[in-house]
Structures are given as C-alpha cells and as structure tokens.
C-alpha cells in the first residue's frame, strides 16, 4: 500500500483556494492513473455514506478516468446513499441482497475455522441474522467466545442442547455481549478509542489512558478478536474499528458525562501530539471540544477549520462548520468577545452564501448584522453591509430595496468623510443604474468614479472602473469607446500582474468583437483568456472562457465540435461549483440542442439548469428554464409532463411578479392543450387567462393575437355569436396599432361570421370593406380569401351572377400567386354554382379540372366535397 502523508511534503505557498482543492483531485488521480499504467489496479472504497465532500469530488473526477486505464473502482455503501457515480458501459450499479444460507454457512465456517456446519445450527443463525454478512461474523465470534460452542479437529463442538441457546435478536446486541465479555483493560481501551473516532492513533491513546491501563496488551486483544485493525506503522501507529458499529455501540455505553471528559481530553492531546501540524487538525479539534463543552476553544477551532474548507473551495462544509460554531458560540457568556465573534462568523457566512448562489439566505444574515449593536455603532462596518445589502438586492432584482440599501450606505460615507468606500458605494450605485437601464446615468457616475481612482493612483480600481464601463457602453453600442477602454485595462492589468484582470478583460473584448461581427479576433482574444485562465489554474474563468469559445463554434456553423466544447465546460464549472456560469452554460447548450430538435440530450441540462438556479434563488430564471423544459415535453407530444412544468413556471413567474413570463407559458398550455383534448373549453380557459394578463400589461399587441385565436375556436365550435366580440375587439385594437395587414384578416372572419349568423347585409359590409382594404395593401391572397367569402354570401342568397364574379375574380388571383390548393375549391365553388343555374357543361369543367387539382394536391376534403356534388 503507498501512503503519503502530509509529513513528508510541504505545499507550495501559491497553491491556495480553488488551486488548491483543484490540484489535490489532480494529484490523486494522477497518483492513481500513474500507478495503473505499470500494472492493473483495483481500488476499494468502503463505507461510502460516510464521504466527505472533498473525497466525494475526487472520485468523480477520477470516475471520469476509469474508462482509459487499467482500473477498477469499488465502492460499498448504505443503499440510501444517493452519490452520483455516473452512468454508461463503464459503470455498474449492484444491490447487494441478503445471503443465502449457503452463503452464510461459508461465512460461519471462515469465522470458526471448520470444515462443516451443522444444518440446524446454521438455519439457526441464518435466520437470526436475516443473511446479513457483519451480523453473521459477530454472532459466531459471540457463541465461540461465550462458549458456546467450541471447535476441535476443524469441527464445530455444541456444549448444550441448541435450543437453549439465546441469540441476540441485532448486531448491535451481539456486539454489546463481545463487549460485557472484554477483559478491563481492552475495554477501557476500546472505550478511549471509540472517542477518539473509527480511526486512531497509538499517541493520542497513549495520551489519554490512565496509568494502569496496559496498552500494547489490549492493542493485541482486540486485533486478534477482529474488533480493530491495524493500518499504518508510520509516522504514527494507526488502528481502525473493523465496523462502524462497533465503534457505535462502545461509544453508546460510556456515560454522558465519561464522554464529555475524555472528548476534552483527545482535544487536549491532539494539540500536543500535533502541536507542530497544529491546522491539519483543525476539524477534528473542534469536533472534540465541541462534545467536550469547552466552548471557547470549540469556537476558536470551528473558525479556523471553516477558513481551511473555505480555502479548499469546499464552501458547503465550510458553511456546516461554522453553523455548528455558531451554536458554540452562542452558550459562552454575553460579553464583547462574543458579540465581536458573532459578527465575524456571520460575515463569513454572508460571503459563503454568495458564492453559492443563496441570495436569500444571503439577505437574511445582513439583516441580521445589520440588527447587531456592534454594527450598527460601528459606520464604517454598517457602511459596509449596506453596500453588501445594495449588492445582493440588484442580483436578485429588487431595485428599490438595492437603492435604499445603497443611499444609506453613501449617508454614512459622507458622515465619515471615507473617500474610498464612498468610491465603492458610487461604484454599486452605478451598477444598479445599469442593470435598471439607465445607461446614461450609470455611465455618469462610473466615470467620476474612475476619474477619482484615476486621481489616487488606485490602479486595480481604475481596471474595475474600466470593465464596468465597457459593459455599458456595450449596451449603449459604442463599441469603438469601449475597445479603447479595454485596451487600457489590460496594459494596466499586465502590468500590475494581475492576472485574473487580464483574463477577464481579454473576455470582454472577444465579447465585444463578436457583437461587431468579428468572430475571429473574438476567437484569437478568447484563446488568449483561456491559455492565461488554465495556465493560472483560474478554473471557474476558465470555464466561462470554454462556454464563450463555444458559442463562437457555434455561430462559425461548427455545430458539433461548440456541443463538445460546452460540455467540457460544464464539466469544468460542476467541478468548481460556480452555480450562476454552470446554469447559464447548461441553458445555452440545451438552447442549441433544441433548435437541433435533440430535446432528449436538452432535457437533462434545463431540468439541471433549474435546480441551480432554484438553489440561487432565481425564480425570474427558474420560471423561464421551466417554460423551456416544457416546451421539450411539447415536442415530444408528452401532454402531462409539459403541463406540470408549465405549471411550475406561471407559479414562479407570479411570484417574482413577471407577467411576460406568465403570459407565454399560458399561451403555451392554450395552443398545446388545443391539440391534446379534444374539447375546446380547457384551451379556451387558458386562453381566457392569458388574456387578462395580457390586458394588465397594456400588451395590444397580444391582446388582439389572443382574441383572433379565441374567435376561431368560438366559431369552429359553431359558437358564432361568441366569436364575433372577439373578432371585432382584435380589429378595433389592430386599428389604434395601424397594423393594415391583419386587419384585411379580421375583416374576413367579421364578415364570414356575420354570414353564419345570418346577417347578410352587413357581412355583404363588412366584406366588401375587406376586400377594398386588401387591395389597397398588396395582400392578394387575403384579398382572395374575402372575394371567396364575398361569393358564399352571394350563393346562399340567391345571387348566383355575383357569386359566380367573386369566384372567378378569386380564382384568378389564385392562379396568379401560385396557390394551388385555393384554385381547387374555386373551381369546387363554381361548379356547385354551375350546377344551380343549370349549366351543367360548365359545371362538368369545373368539377373535373378541380378534382384534377384535388388529386395533385392530395386534398381528401376536397375530392369529397366533388363527390358530394356529383351526387
């Protein structure tokens, strides 16, 4: 077995952070791999349920390796582990059922060193043990220490009838029996090593034992009972309970207050075996102290820990730590310690909060400093939460919160007369004024902010000023401003050595080269941010930089090789848990899936997409990546799915108050549902509601689309005095927008209706008011339709000669525009009024010339209406 351990290397100072979690994952899999490579390997990982994050991770990337090498990777754990493995021919999951009896015996005969066991016996513990493999072990170690059965020639040897013997009804009580049944001097030590935790060393037992307790005896004791196994000689002797049970069940005998005192005790020991290592033992010291009770130094322990997960980029345990030492922290005294303490720990657990994306438990804990007596008589510490507070406030939309938050801020910045965090607070404000759409305000402030920056020689915030500026003047279109902006930002950035400015600028200005068209100077720059961002080990930069080379493959038509290129980066941003560039890569590539029409490789990456953005508290996205996964189930015709996700997404949109959001969706359900259920009156209700919202928002425009649509399924119902309010409202609102060419329309479906209700003169009216209106634009073909409309009034009143003129003046602009299936039914209409007048001859070339069109065309309804006639 290679061990290394963290004696015998130091880290190199520049390894911090993500670098450094990210280059540890690296090293294990290169360590890993590099052995593969000289011989095959398998590599075991038991108890899986209880991993860290960090080990969690890693073997997630060294999964991804597996399929290359000579390797083999076992994992056991708990079946209500949920660890995502992967999928694919590379992976196999196994549920591993009960034994057998056979299984079990062969279990027994190991445990006993026999050849044979007997069948009633066996049975007998089979079935006490319900086939479980630990169980089994346990309960024959129990019987042949209690004497119960005894071995002699590889033999099994019963001492008394089988039916006396009492089995222990769980494991947990066959180990309590091997337990009672310990000499004192190995249960005394299994009991200081079951504090100490499933692993141990021979230093710290040495340290915490009582003088008469013999260690290297019990030591020997419990391995040869199969209770504890030794794992490590060097640099410390190392042992390890063979079952997280038996640690369990021995830590639960000792009394509340025995564990209290020797937890203090372990603490204690750890800081003077490890004084020289002190920090690679934070956690466990404050896990220690922790049940020790020993408040203060649980406190001192549980911060430093959380800063070392924190720089690790392992930010949800971090988060755990100091929730546990805020709970520490809140039973030492009321002092000022305390209270100064407290401050600190929910500082850090605000900026924890941002960089994972939880803006409203972000929100909560600056309320919560900003209720702080020790904040609120400090203004510059106040000043500070505040600008912390308009931060958060403009990320999650709320522009008057961001607003308030960040006027006061500035109060309290003029109050002290601090130039700097007054330049911060300008800098926010400004910001805000952008997001809000106010360029040029925004672009005001940000260049008196700059030009003050400018003036103090403060040239990382002359960078930032620069790049907050260039984003509006993107907006604003003044690309040329914002190249020469750029440029600036990078000699300063250079020559500062500030490398992560460097990389982001060179992204910004591929962004801009690409709105001006340039995408191979958007490419050359981006290539540039990417070969600093991987050089640097800028993983989460690098990320974002592979999603924007991406999107340039994409728009250079290099469909496949952008797909590929976005998966590496979302490979890349999961890795460094950035949930806000992982959500909107993964949105961009199921974008370009979709229009692909390859909604089964989409699908997976929006559902991801919302659960990220569920996690930042995202509702506006949430709601709009809902609409999308929707709109997914609607290409694939599966009615329920798309429904419950839309569902999903109109409740978000109302809770964000996002009608635009909520008006699509609901046009969505309506068209949908039209197609799924036959009965009207379900896609009419969501059309009623998309309506409403339509006419809250002041949205015309929708209005009138909605109310055409309505109107024709009032009126393919034969609803007809229904679908004429509709129709004449969508014209009235077509007229106040001056939209001429879908009036032409809606005077033909007035007109048409106005003939079903047997208003004939005015759908004479309204009609010929098409027509004139249809001529005067240049619609043709809607001036066909209304001439056709105009000719079935004139039949069914009787005035055959007009009839017959509507048609053939509909029949020629037909011909003329190349309609086909339209020439057809002229034909159709003329031979039906033919046939009326008695022109039999005309009718005959009519009908024949129509049915000749009907079958080019492959018109069923057509040839059918010809067949009718004929009868």
Request: a negative charge; charged letters at 25%; proline letters at 2%.
């Amino acid at each position: 077995m290679l061990s290394v351990t963290s004696d015998q290397f130091h880290l190199p100072k520049h390894l911090q952070g993500e670098d450094l979690r990210v280059a540890i994952m690296e090293a294990l899999s290169a360590l890993l791999t590099m052995q593969a490579v000289r011989q095959p390997l398998v590599l075991l990982l038991e108890d899986w349920h209880w991993v860290d994050e960090a080990s969690a991770d890693a073997l997630t990337q060294l999964a991804a390796l597996v399929p290359t090498y000579a390797m083999l990777v076992i994992v056991t754990h708990r079946p209500d582990y949920s660890g995502d493995f992967g999928s694919g021919p590379n992976y196999t999951n196994m549920t591993l059922t009960p034994l057998e009896l056979s299984a079990s015996v062969d279990i027994i005969k190991a445990v006993l060193e026999v050849d044979a066991v007997p069948d009633d016996l066996a049975e007998l513990i089979h079935g006490r043990t319900g086939g479980n493999p630990f169980f089994l072990e346990e309960i024959s170690e129990a019987l042949r220490e209690d004497g119960t059965l005894g071995t002699r020639d590889r033999q099994i040897v019963l001492t008394g009838s089988l039916d006396s013997h009492k089995l222990p009804n769980t494991v947990q009580a066959v180990i309590r029996s091997r337990l009672d049944r310990l000499d004192a001097n190995a249960r005394d030590v299994l009991c200081y090593a079951s504090v100490i935790g499933r692993e141990f060393t021979r230093d710290i037992l040495q340290s915490i034992r009582p003088d008469d307790v013999v260690l290297p005896q019990a030591l020997e004791t419990l391995k040869s009972l199969g209770l504890i196994q030794q794992t490590r000689i060097l640099p410390h002797v190392s042992y390890r309970f063979k079952h997280a049970l038996t640690q369990d069940v021995t830590y639960e005998s000792l009394l509340q207050h025995q564990r209290k005192d020797l937890h203090g005790r372990v603490g204690e020991a750890i800081e003077k075996v490890h004084a020289d290592r002190i920090d690679e033992h934070y956690d466990l010291l404050a896990r220690h102290f922790t049940r020790a009770e020993h408040w203060h130094k649980a406190v001192d322990y549980g911060l430093e820990s959380s800063s070392r997960a924190w720089q690790l980029s392992q930010f949800q345990e971090s988060l755990s730590i100091l929730e546990n030492t805020e709970a520490c922290l809140m039973r030492l005294p009321e002092d000022e310690h305390r209270r100064k303490t407290l401050t600190q720990v929910l500082l850090r657990k605000e900026r924890l909060f941002e960089l994972m994306g939880l803006r409203r438990r972000q929100l909560q804990i600056i309320d919560r400093l900003i209720a702080l007596p020790e904040v609120l008589a400090d203004p510059a510490q106040l000043s500070e939460v505040y600008i912390r507070l308009g931060d958060v406030h403009i990320l999650l939309r709320n522009y008057d919160d961001a607003e308030k938050a960040l006027q006061q801020a500035l109060g309290l910045c003029e109050r002290l007369d601090d130039a700097v965090q007054k330049r911060k607070t300008l800098r926010s404000i400004g910001l805000l004024k952008w997001h809000q759409g106010h360029n040029e305000e925004s672009l005001e402030i940000m260049e008196q902010v700059l030009a003050a920056d400018r003036s103090n020689n403060d040239l990382e915030a002359v960078v930032g000023d620069m790049t907050n500026i260039t984003a509006v003047l993107k907006d604003l279109g003044d690309y040329e401003r914002a190249l020469t902006y750029l440029d600036e930002a990078v000699q300063i950035a250079q020559a500062t050595n500030s490398t992560s400015k460097v990389v982001y600028l060179e992204h910004l200005l591929s962004t801009i080269y690409r709105l001006i068209g340039d995408l191979e100077s958007a490419l050359v720059h981006l290539r540039k941010s990417a070969s600093v961002s991987e050089g640097s080990r800028l993983w989460v930069q690098h990320g974002f930089n592979l999603s924007s080379i991406a999107h340039v493959q994409w728009q250079q038509g290099k469909t496949e090789e952008a797909i590929q290129t976005y998966e590496t980066a979302i490979r890349m941003l999961r890795r460094t848990r950035h949930a806000e560039g992982l959500s909107h890569s993964l949105r961009t590539l199921a974008d370009i899936l979709v229009g692909l029409h390859r909604h089964g490789e989409a699908l997976p990456h929006l559902e991801e997409a919302a659960e990220l953005c569920a996690l930042m508290e995202d509702r506006q996205t949430e709601a709009q990546l809902w609409s999308g996964i929707g709109e997914v189930h609607e290409a694939a015709g599966d009615y329920p799915e798309a429904m419950a996700a839309w569902g999903k997404g109109r409740t978000l949109s109302q809770l964000v108050g996002d009608p635009a959001i909520e008006l699509n969706i609901l046009e969505r359900m309506a068209r949908f549902t039209r197609t799924q259920v036959p009965e009207p009156s379900l896609a009419l209700q969501y059309y009623r509601e998309a309506l409403e919202v339509a006419q809250a928002m002041g949205d015309e425009a929708r209005e009138s689309d909605l109310r055409n649509t309505m109107g024709i399924i009032e009126w393919e119902r034969g609803k007809f005095d229904e679908a004429l309010p509709h129709y004449e409202r969508a014209l009235e609102l077509l007229r106040h927008q001056e939209d001429s060419a879908d009036a032409g329309l809606l005077l033909t479906s007035i007109g048409v209706t106005l003939h079903k209700l047997g208003r004939i003169d005015d759908a004479v009216d309204q009609l010929e008011q098409a027509i004139q209106h249809n001529r005067a634009v240049g619609s043709r073909k809607l001036e066909g339709f209304a001439l056709a409309a105009l000719g079935d009034v004139h039949h069914d009143k009787g005035n055959l000669d007009e009839a017959i003129t509507c048609y053939d003046q509909s029949l020629n602009i037909r011909r003329d525009i190349g309609d086909l299936r339209g020439e057809g039914w002229m034909q159709h209409n003329l031979a039906r009024t033919y046939a009326k007048l008695g022109a039999l001859d005309r009718k005959r070339d009519c009908a024949t010339e129509a049915w000749r069109i009907g079958e080019a065309c492959d018109d069923e309804e057509l040839i059918d209406a010809l067949r009718h006639l004929q009868n």
